[in-house]
């Protein structure tokens, strides 16, 4: 006498593997076939004792239906079939073509997704500027925003020619001219801090 058969017959293949995958882990059951019905429909079949099989069936529609509820044709557990029923169930040779192709799944384009840039609390929101953007103003508006210390954080993460190009705009220092274009980054960073420790 056969053991019990379980059912599940959905649209497309992804859902039919899902299917097969979710029974297979949830009791013991075997995989007895895979069938390609035709249409873009796939019966999976596995057999067991009544209780593993109606486990499998119910764990593997769940898992269809988490992918795609319309996807789930239709299931069925027989807990006792006949022995002729051996038959029908693998009864097509491997050799044999399908009726019909499985149609292809739709696949979406893809989006390229924009980095996002993340700005910790201790970082301040003008650290997002370019380099191009940052003059006299926008320093005096880190002042007042950040504080001395946080601007000259700022500061010394610059390179060494954008701060000379930003030392131009303070006539107020004690460098000038030719002394910013040979400036090495102490130097500059030294000067900002003498005139904002001042002014602060």
Same mark, same amino acid.
């Given at each position: 006498?056969? @053991?019990? =058969?379980?059912?599940?017959?959905?649209?497309?293949?992804?859902?039919? /593997?899902?299917?097969?995958?979710?029974?297979?882990? !949830?009791?013991?059951? #075997?995989?007895?076939?895979?069938?390609?019905?035709?249409?873009? %429909? /796939? #019966?999976?079949?596995?057999?067991?004792?009544?209780?593993?099989?109606?486990? !499998?069936?119910?764990?593997?529609?769940? !898992?269809?239906?988490? /992918?795609? +509820?319309? +996807? %789930?044709?239709?299931?069925?557990?027989?807990?006792?079939?006949?022995?002729?029923?051996?038959?029908?169930?693998?009864?097509? &040779?491997?050799?044999?073509?399908?009726?019909?192709?499985? *149609?292809?799944?739709?696949?979406? *384009?893809? /989006? @390229?997704?924009? *980095?996002?840039? &993340?700005?910790?609390?201790?970082?301040?929101?003008?650290?997002?500027?370019?380099?191009?953007?940052?003059?006299?103003?926008?320093?005096? &508006?880190?002042?007042?925003?950040?504080?001395? #210390?946080?601007?000259?954080?700022?500061?010394?993460?610059?390179?060494?020619?954008?701060?000379?190009? =930003?030392?131009?705009?303070?006539?107020?220092? #004690?460098?000038?001219?030719?002394?910013?274009?040979? +400036?090495?980054?102490?130097? =500059? %960073?030294?000067?900002?801090?003498?005139?904002?420790? @001042?002014?602060?």
């Amino acid at each position: 006498m056969m @053991q019990a =058969l379980g059912f599940i017959e959905t649209k497309g293949l992804l859902t039919a /593997i899902e299917a097969a995958d979710a029974m297979l882990k !949830a009791a013991d059951v #075997s995989l007895l076939e895979k069938t390609k019905v035709g249409g873009g %429909l /796939i #019966s999976v079949t596995v057999t067991g004792d009544v209780a593993a099989v109606k486990a !499998a069936v119910d764990a593997g529609a769940a !898992a269809v239906e988490r /992918i795609d +509820a319309k +996807a %789930l044709i239709t299931r069925h557990v027989i807990p006792r079939p006949h022995e002729e029923l051996v038959a029908v169930i693998g009864g097509g &040779t491997p050799d044999e073509p399908d009726d019909e192709p499985v *149609p292809a799944p739709v696949q979406e *384009p893809e /989006i @390229q997704a924009e *980095p996002l840039v &993340t700005v910790t609390e201790e970082e301040s929101s003008c650290e997002t500027l370019t380099v191009d953007t940052i003059n006299r103003e926008t320093v005096d &508006t880190w002042m007042k925003q950040d504080g001395f #210390s946080e601007t000259m954080k700022i500061l010394e993460d610059m390179k060494v020619t954008e701060l000379r190009t =930003l030392a131009r705009e303070y006539p107020e220092f #004690s460098i000038a001219g030719r002394e910013i274009s040979k +400036a090495n980054k102490t130097l =500059l %960073l030294e000067e900002f801090g003498k005139y904002y420790g @001042q002014n602060d």
